[in-house]
């Protein structure tokens, strides 16, 4: 993609494996330093990805909800009514930024200052209704991280996130080798410095600086992290829709993570911009393939187009690495009668025992659809702990005999055989409908 960039550094990853990056241009057009796969840049926004893990952390160990109000943790600040999920989402309705104009004078508030002139900021939208983007909730989530934990963000995300990701030149803020900063004149090729900012008492949405190589990195572990770090199931509730910021439907947000529908396609990461940097993380999650773009520039009108159409032609070029297939223990003896072929609604379900689990889907589902995964809770009872119908209840009917005659799922009853809805067992209640 055309444009004047001082320098640009991006690359390709499958799960954990480097496939491409490449480094150009300047990363000090003043001394003319040219950049490499090793230098720094600011990746901006991208930071939010780190926050919403952290409180994702925080929440795993039972020292959160994603519903609690900000005021059940910040006590002291205005807008406490808002909630974690709707900060995370973006649908808090807070303003854009902290009070004051902080993007002229380019000082920003300290963390008390932060929370004493809270109030000056406004709701300007009714909560959970539509998504305006804040990066004053990221700030407010920063600390929402550190009161819940007892440490200061910076540190938390160092020594809770990057050091166990193995993230060892992503930091807070620039260190050498670094790029540096610029705005490239509009009427000439001549290019100017951005200042190196401070964010005060901001920080829970920006101030990190990382590689390609260190984004690839991250990248993966959004695709599939480690559970000693956070649960895979957090992961990816993170990737779940909670509302979308384009009327087209082309772009959503989950929890701290943008997401893309390309076709039948949808992408996960984020973009960020900052004086003097531009960046964006793109994966799709279901081949573990992504691609990283870093640039030094105030503004680059392609990076979002650059960034989807690397990850797409990725996902062309690389073919995914298909795990060889290999025989299973067998199913329990309790779990054999409910496989095969099922019917609800007019429509066929096929249940199946894969990886140790039982699972439904759709026959005429396209194959790349998850299906839906159960858990057992009890006798012939059986929670849906992914998929559609997530949280439904699957309940077995037997006969006298023992032998497995009917499932209920969301209370609709499952048949070997299309039947109509007046079929039922003698004696059983009839399923709601609604």
Same mark, same amino acid.
């Given at each position: 993609m055309a444009g004047r960039l001082p320098s640009l550094s991006a690359a390709v990853f499958r799960g954990r494996e480097h496939v491409w990056s490449e480094a150009i241009g300047l990363a000090d057009a003043e001394q003319r330093l040219e950049a490499t796969l090793g230098t720094r840049y600011a990746v901006a926004s991208i930071t939010k990805?780190?926050?919403?893990?952290?409180?994702?952390?925080?929440? #795993?160990?039972?020292?959160?909800?994603?519903? #609690?109000?900000?005021?059940?943790?910040?006590?002291?600040?205005?807008?406490?009514?808002?909630?974690?999920?709707?900060?995370?989402?973006?649908?808090?309705?807070? %303003?854009?930024?902290?009070?004051?104009?902080?993007?002229?004078?380019?000082?920003?508030p300290g963390e008390a200052e932060?929370?004493?002139?809270?109030?000056?900021?406004? %709701?300007?939208?009714?909560?959970?209704?539509?998504?305006?983007?804040?990066?004053?909730?990221?700030?407010?989530?920063?600390?929402?991280?550190?009161?819940?934990? +007892?440490?200061?963000?910076?540190r938390y995300v160092q020594e809770r996130l990057l050091r166990p990701v193995g993230l060892e030149s992503t930091t807070w803020g620039p260190s050498d080798p670094a790029a540096l900063p610029y705005f490239v004149e509009p009427y000439s090729d001549a290019v100017r410095r951005e200042p190196v900012l401070e964010l005060g008492g901001k920080g829970g949405e920006s101030g990190l600086y990382s590689t390609v190589r260190d984004l690839s990195r991250w990248g993966a572990f959004l695709c599939e992290p480690e559970e000693s770090v956070i649960a895979p199931a957090s992961i990816a509730e993170m990737h779940e829709l909670q509302l979308m910021a384009e009327p087209d439907w082309s772009l959503g947000w989950g929890l701290g993570i943008e997401l893309w529908r390309k076709g039948e396609r949808i992408f996960g990461g984020h973009t960020g911009g900052f004086p003097g940097f531009l960046s964006m993380l793109i994966y799709s999650r279901r081949e573990r393939i992504g691609a990283v773009v870093l640039a030094n520039t105030d503004s680059w009108p392609a990076l979002m187009?650059?960034?989807?159409?690397?990850?797409?032609?990725?996902?062309?070029?690389?073919?995914?690495?298909?795990?060889?297939?290999?025989?299973?223990?067998?199913?329990?003896?309790?779990?054999?009668?409910?496989?095969?072929?099922?019917?609800?609604?007019?429509?066929?379900?096929?249940?199946?025992?894969?990886?140790?689990?039982?699972?439904?889907?759709?026959?005429?589902?396209?194959?790349?659809?998850?299906?839906?995964?159960?858990?057992?809770?009890? %006798?012939?009872?059986?929670?849906?702990?992914?998929?559609?119908?997530?949280?439904?209840?699957?309940?077995?009917?037997?006969?006298?005999? +023992?032998?497995?005659?009917?499932?209920?799922?969301?209370?609709?009853?499952?048949?070997?055989?299309?039947?109509?809805?007046?079929?039922?067992?003698?004696?059983?209640?009839?399923?709601?409908h609604g």
């Open positions: 990805t780190f926050t919403a893990t952290a409180v994702m952390q925080l929440r #795993d160990e039972g020292k959160l909800e994603l519903d #609690d109000p900000l005021s059940r943790h910040l006590p002291e600040a205005a807008h406490g009514t808002t909630t974690l999920r709707g900060m995370l989402s973006h649908a808090s309705g807070l %303003q854009r930024e902290p009070p004051g104009e902080v993007w002229e004078s380019l000082e920003f932060l929370l004493e002139r809270l109030h000056e900021a406004e %709701q300007i939208l009714p909560p959970s209704t539509v998504w305006h983007y804040s990066n004053l909730a990221y700030a407010l989530l920063g600390h929402v991280v550190a009161r819940v934990s +007892g440490m200061p963000f910076h187009r650059t960034g989807l159409a690397l990850v797409e032609a990725a996902l062309e070029e690389l073919a995914p690495k298909l795990e060889p297939w290999s025989p299973e223990e067998p199913p329990p003896g309790e779990i054999e009668p409910l496989l095969g072929r099922w019917w609800a609604e007019g429509n066929e379900y096929v249940f199946s025992w894969r990886r140790g689990k039982l699972e439904a889907r759709v026959a005429l589902a396209p194959p790349e659809r998850e299906p839906s995964i159960f858990e057992q809770e009890g %006798q012939d009872r059986f929670r849906t702990v992914s998929g559609g119908e997530r949280g439904e209840v699957l309940r077995v009917v037997r006969d006298e005999a +023992g032998a497995v005659v009917k499932l209920y799922w969301a209370t609709y009853p499952f048949t070997r055989t299309p039947e109509t809805f007046e079929s039922s067992v003698p004696g059983e209640p009839e399923p709601d």
